[in-house]
């Protein structure tokens, strides 16, 4: 059997969880998978994979050789395309799904540069605080800020952002700046209503973690909102860097408990097959891991 193949099958089944999934991405047999998945095991003297009826885990050698043969595919994949596309502009229309907190004006202007660097792709871009099926409703790819991404689609870092729970001056001063994160209940909360942040712990002084506990007066579904009630004294919120940044430079909002913090989440473009990945989609992605990686250095 063909390395490669075998090792580009090894990648879909770990990506996807499942052999059938990978060998229907991959167009093959299901047996065929396993077979080339067995080769490789056997031409490597050890057990990548632990298989059940319902599971598939990653062994401990599995884990290693994962991520250093997954690595040298990507690097070979973007050989590949550099070579076999390189007059092959991206065009086209890319839908993208995105959260609603990436409505900044520095997202627009790298939109906007993206634009210039290629004009012949129309991002089609909606933002919404759901986790869409990229499939099934038609999206190219999808923004999603995450600290454990769907194991069914492929996941590329862009950037870290952390979220700041905020909230004006005036609201603490009514009713008096907590100190402690046990101390936050007496404050009312926006939270959202599309995910659950009941098992969230702040992270203090020395590494302390201590359970948040929050009192809501408001859940919604839209980052906007939540903002705008925020800065309207209504409660305090968890919000992410880029929107409110802006806000605690000028003092109109403030950092509550400033000591302790959430952990960052990471923000990934997410999408459902490398096989035959349009210039479009790759042109999108490279740009903004560019843009936004950790090597740039910009905040959006």
């Known amino acids: 059997m063909d390395r490669l193949t075998s090792l580009r099958v090894f990648r879909e089944v770990v990506d996807a969880g499942s052999f059938t999934t ?5 167009g ?5 998978a396993s ?9 490597l003297g050890a057990r990548l994979l632990n298989r059940s009826s319902r599971h598939l885990s990653l062994t401990e050698a599995g884990e290693a050789w994962y991520g250093q043969s997954a690595q040298a595919l990507d690097l070979l ?3 590949e395309a550099s070579i076999g596309r390189k007059n092959e502009a991206p065009r086209g229309v890319l839908k993208v799904s995105a959260p609603v907190w990436c409505a900044t004006p520095h ?4 939109l906007a540069a993206y634009r210039e660097a290629c004009p012949e792709v129309l991002v089609d871009m909606h933002l919404e605080n759901r986790k869409v099926d990229l499939a ?25 952002v952390q979220f700041h729970l905020v909230a004006t001056p005036d609201l603490l001063a009514r009713h008096g700046e907590p100190v402690l994160p046990a101390d936050l209940a007496r404050l009312g909360a ?22 948040l506990r929050l009192r809501p007066v408001l859940r919604s579904d839209d980052t906007t909102l939540t903002l705008h009630a925020v800065r309207a004294g209504m409660g305090m919120s968890f919000l992410p860097e880029w929107l409110v940044d802006d806000d605690l430079a000028r003092g109109t ?13 990471t923000l990934f473009a997410v999408y459902t097959s490398r096989q035959h990945m349009a210039p479009k989609l790759r042109s999108f992605i490279d740009f903004f891991i560019e843009r936004m990686g950790p090597a740039a250095g910009a905040k959006m």
Do not use: W
């Open 22 to 26: 990978a060998a229907a991405r991959l």
């Open 28 to 32: 093959l047999s299901a047996p065929m």
């Open 35 to 43: 077979k080339h998945v067995a080769q490789l095991e056997r031409s």
């Open 77 to 79: 994949d973007a050989a």
């Open 107 to 110: 997202f627009a202007e790298a």
């Open 136 to 160: 099934a409703d038609g999206y190219d790819m999808a923004l999603r800020a995450t600290q454990d991404p769907s194991p069914a689609l492929i996941a590329r870092p862009l950037c870290r």
């Open 190 to 211: 926006i939270v959202p209503s599309y995910v659950n942040i009941d098992g969230l712990s702040l992270r203090g002084p020395g590494g302390r973690q201590s359970p």
């Open 253 to 265: 909002l403030v950092r509550v408990v400033p000591d302790f913090q959430a952990p960052a989440v």
